[in-house]
C-alpha cells in the first residue's frame, strides 16, 4: 500500500514539474514579446494593464481548474503535495508585501538595523522544522485551532485559537491589501480604492473556488513570477555600477562606496544648510507648543495684522495671495495647532546627518546605542517566534503527503525563501548608491521622470521640496518611503518600463500569495472550527464548504475597507501580526508538543495572558491607536510586543498546569503519538 502511495506521489511530482517549466519558459516568453512591444511603442499604462490583468487572468485560471467542494481538498490540497512544490508555495505564502516591498526599503532607510528582519523570518523557519512542523503534520486535521482543541480539550481553548488566528491573520492581510492598491494605483493609473479591489478580485478567484488546493498551485506559479521579477533589476542594476552580474558579491563594493557618499554628505555645506532650517522649524514648532494656548491666538493675530499691513501698503498680487493664503491655512483652533506643530516638531529627525549604512546600533550616546540594540534583538525575537506560529504558514505543513516531506519541505522554503532575502541586502545598497550619487545635486528643474510619477502617487512615499532655495537637490530635502524602493529600483536605474511591469507584477504576486493564504485561514477558522466543530457537527461537506466561500468573501470586503484607512505602514502591519501570533500560538502549540503536563486551563490562561498583554502594549504605545512612546516599557517599540507577550504565556501554562489537575490519558496517549512523527509518518492519511 506504502509503496503504491510512493509511486503516485512520484509521478505526480514529475508531472507537475512538467507543467511549471512550460509555465516559466510561456512566462519568460510574455516578457520578452512585451519587451518588444515597448521598443515598437506600446505605451506604458497598456504595460501596466498587460501584467496586472495578464497574471490576475494566470491566478484565475488555475483557481477556476482547481475548484472543488471535497473538504479534504479545499482545506489541506489533498494532503498530497510534494515538498519541492510545498517549499515554493510556503515560499510565495511567506514573502507577503512587506518582504517583496518593504524589506530592501526598510534596510534602505535603517541600514544594519534592518538586518534584524531578515535574521527573524529566517530563523524564524529552524523554529518551525524542530518543533513544530513534523508534529502537526502527524497529528493530521485541518486547522490550528483543530490541534488546540484535540490536544487541550474543550471548545474555550478552541475559540481563543479562531480569535488569535482571526486577529493576527487579519492584521497581516490588511498589510496585503494595501500594498495591492499600492501596486495597482501606480502601475495602471487607477484610483488607490479601485485598485485595491481589482486586486481583490484576483485574490478570491483563487480562494473562493478552490481554497487550499487553488492558492497552492496559484502559489507556486506566484512564485517564479515574484522571484524573477526580484532578481532581475537587482542583476541589471549591478552589472551597471560594478560590471557584476551576481549583487550578493558586488554588495561589498557598492557598500563601500555609499559609506565614503555619507561621509561627504554629513560634511556638505548645503546639507548642513538644511539641516539647520529644519532644525529651527523644530525648535519654533515645539516653543509654540509648550505656550499653548496662548501661543495659538498669538500667532493667528500675528498672520492676520500682517495681512492687513499687505493691503494696507498696496502689496502685489502675489504678495496678498500669500498673506491670505497663510491665514487660510492657518489651523482653525489650538487642537488641530497642535496637531501641526507636532508634526513640524518631528522635523527634527531630518535635521540629523545621514544614517550610517553599515554602522550597528548608531546613537549620539550610551543610552540611544543601548535602546537600538534591545529593539534590534526584540525584533528578531518576535520575527522568529511569529513565524514559527503563524496559522496560515503552519496549515502549508499540513498539506504533505509524509511527515518526512513536512521536514523536506520546511528546508525547500528556507532555500526558495534564501534567494529573496539574501538580495535584499544587495537591492537597499544599490538602491542607495543611486539615490546618493545620481538624484543628490541634481537640479530641481530637471527632477527624473520616476520622483515626479511616484510623487503624484501618494507625497508620503516620495516628496522633493527645495528647503533652502537653491535649485539644487540636497539628501536632507528628500523624503522617501521604504515602501517604493523595490517598485522604483528599475526607474531609478533607468531600465526599460517593462521591467518596472515585471517587479509591479511580482509585488502583486507577493501580495495575492499572502493574502489567499490569510483570508483562507481566517475563512477555515470560522467555517471549520467554529461552524462545523462547535455550532454544526452534522453538516455536510458541501455546507460546511459553502459556508467557508461565504466567510471568504465577507472577511475579504471588511478587509478592503479597513485598508482605504491607512491604519500603519506595511512592516508594521506585519511585525504586529508577528508579535499577536507568537504571543498567542508559540507557548501553547510548543508545550502541546513537548510537555504531557500541559492542560487546558494553562493553556487557557497563558493564551489570554500572552495575547491580552501583547495587544494591550500596542494599544498604549502605537500612535495609530492613541498611544504613545512615552508608555513604552524599557523603550521597547510596539512591533516588538510579543517580547513580553511570549515569556508570559510560557510562564502562565507551566504554572497553572502544574496547579490543576493533569490532562486525561488519552490526552497524553495524543501527545506520545504525534510527538514522534515516524511511527506511520509516511502514510498519507486523509483526516475528514
Not at 584 to 589: G, I, V
Amino acid at each position: 500500500m506504502n509503496q503504491a502511495i510512493i509511486s503516485a506521489n512520484r509521478a505526480f511530482f514529475n508531472q507537475l514539474r512538467k507543467y511549471y517549466t512550460f509555465y516559466t519558459v510561456g512566462f519568460l516568453v510574455f516578457l520578452f514579446a512585451l519587451a518588444i512591444a515597448e521598443q515598437m511603442g506600446m505605451s506604458r499604462r497598456l504595460i501596466g494593464y498587460a501584467f496586472l490583468f495578464a497574471t490576475i487572468a494566470l491566478y484565475a485560471g488555475i483557481g477556476i481548474m482547481s475548484r472543488t467542494v471535497d473538504a479534504a481538498e479545499y482545506y489541506v490540497a489533498g494532503r498530497r503535495v510534494p515538498a519541492m512544490f510545498n517549499g515554493m508555495a510556503t515560499g510565495a505564502d511567506w514573502m507577503s508585501a512587506a518582504s517583496f516591498i518593504g524589506m530592501a526599503g526598510t534596510l534602505f532607510l535603517s541600514g544594519f538595523d534592518g538586518l534584524a528582519f531578515v535574521m527573524g523570518w529566517t530563523g524564524g523557519y529552524v523554529l518551525v522544522a524542530l518543533f513544530l512542523a513534523p508534529y502537526l503534520r502527524k497529528f493530521g486535521q485541518f486547522t490550528i485551532p483543530d490541534f488546540l482543541g484535540e490536544r487541550y480539550g474543550g471548545n474555550i481553548v478552541r475559540s481563543i485559537g479562531i480569535f488569535a488566528a482571526i486577529l493576527c491573520s487579519f492584521t497581516y492581510v490588511v498589510a496585503q491589501i494595501y500594498g495591492v492598491g499600492l501596486i495597482t494605483s501606480r502601475f495602471t493609473g487607477l484610483e488607490f480604492g479601485i485598485g485595491v479591489f481589482v486586486g481583490l478580485g484576483g485574490i478570491l478567484v483563487c480562494s473562493f473556488l478552490g481554497g487550499m488546493r487553488a492558492v497552492t498551485w496559484t502559489q507556486v506559479a506566484q512564485y517564479i513570477i515574484l522571484i524573477i521579477a526580484y532578481l532581475t533589476p537587482v542583476v541589471w542594476l549591478s552589472m551597471k555600477h560594478t560590471g557584476n552580474p551576481i549583487p550578493q558579491i558586488a554588495y561589498g563594493q557598492v557598500l563601500q562606496k555609499v559609506t565614503e557618499r555619507e561621509k561627504v554628505l554629513t560634511n556638505d555645506p548645503k546639507e548642513i544648510e538644511v539641516r539647520g532650517i529644519f532644525k529651527a522649524r523644530s525648535d519654533a514648532a515645539d516653543a509654540k507648543l509648550k505656550a499653548l494656548p496662548a501661543s495659538y491666538d498669538t500667532e493667528k493675530a500675528a498672520l492676520a495684522k500682517k495681512l492687513a499691513d499687505v493691503k494696507a501698503a498696496n502689496g502685489t498680487v502675489d504678495e496678498v495671495a500669500a498673506a491670505e493664503k497663510a491665514v487660510n491655512d492657518f489651523p482653525k483652533d489650538a487642537n488641530a495647532a497642535k496637531a501641526a506643530w507636532t508634526r513640524e516638531k518631528g522635523l527634527a529627525s531630518r535635521a540629523a546627518p545621514p544614517r550610517p549604512h553599515a554602522q550597528p546600533f548608531p546613537g549620539k550616546d550610551e543610552k540611544a546605542q543601548d535602546i537600538a540594540r534591545l529593539n534590534f534583538i526584540g525584533i528578531v525575537f518576535c520575527m522568529m517566534f511569529g513565524t514559527a506560529a503563524l496559522p496560515h504558514i503552519l496549515m502549508r505543513y499540513y498539506t504533505t503527503p509524509s511527515v518526512k516531506q513536512a521536514r523536506q519541505s520546511v528546508t525547500w522554503s528556507l532555500f526558495f525563501i534564501f534567494l529573496l532575502y539574501f538580495t535584499a541586502p544587495a537591492l537597499a545598497v544599490l538602491a542607495k548608491y543611486d539615490v546618493y550619487y545620481f538624484l543628490v545635486g541634481s537640479n530641481f528643474a530637471s527632477l527624473p521622470a520616476w520622483a515626479s510619477n511616484w510623487a503624484r502617487v501618494d507625497p508620503s512615499l516620495l516628496s522633493i521640496v527645495d528647503i533652502n532655495k537653491d535649485g539644487i537637490v540636497q539628501l536632507a530635502e528628500i523624503v522617501l518611503g521604504g515602501d517604493i524602493i523595490v517598485l522604483a529600483t528599475p526607474e531609478i536605474a533607468g531600465l526599460p518600463y517593462v521591467v518596472s511591469g515585471l517587479v509591479a507584477a511580482g509585488g502583486l504576486a507577493a501580495a495575492l500569495s499572502t493574502a489567499d493564504g490569510l483570508l483562507l485561514t481566517i475563512a477555515n477558522a470560522l467555517s471549520h472550527d467554529l461552524y462545523y466543530k462547535m455550532i454544526d457537527p452534522n453538516a455536510t461537506t458541501t455546507r460546511r464548504v459553502t459556508v467557508s466561500k461565504v466567510l471568504l468573501l465577507v472577511v475579504a470586503l471588511v478587509a478592503a475597507y479597513v485598508t482605504s484607512l491607512k491604519p500603519g505602514d506595511i512592516l508594521f502591519l506585519v511585525g504586529a501580526a508577528f508579535s499577536l501570533a507568537a504571543s498567542a500560538f508559540f507557548p501553547a502549540l510548543v508545550l502541546g508538543v513537548f510537555w504531557k503536563r500541559a492542560n487546558k486551563w494553562g493553556a487557557i490562561t497563558g493564551m489570554i495572558a500572552g495575547l491580552g498583554l501583547c495587544m494591550y502594549y500596542m494599544v498604549q504605545t502605537y500612535p495609530f491607536f492613541g498611544g504613545v512612546a512615552a508608555n513604552q516599557w524599557f523603550n521597547l517599540a510596539p512591533i516588538s510586543a510579543g517580547m513580553f507577550g511570549v515569556p508570559v504565556g510560557i510562564i502562565t501554562i507551566i504554572v497553572v498546569s502544574l496547579l490543576t489537575p493533569e490532562p486525561s490519558r488519552e490526552v497524553q496517549e495524543l501527545v506520545e503519538h504525534v510527538r514522534y512523527p515516524q511511527l506511520g509518518g509516511d502514510i498519507n492519511t486523509q483526516a475528514t
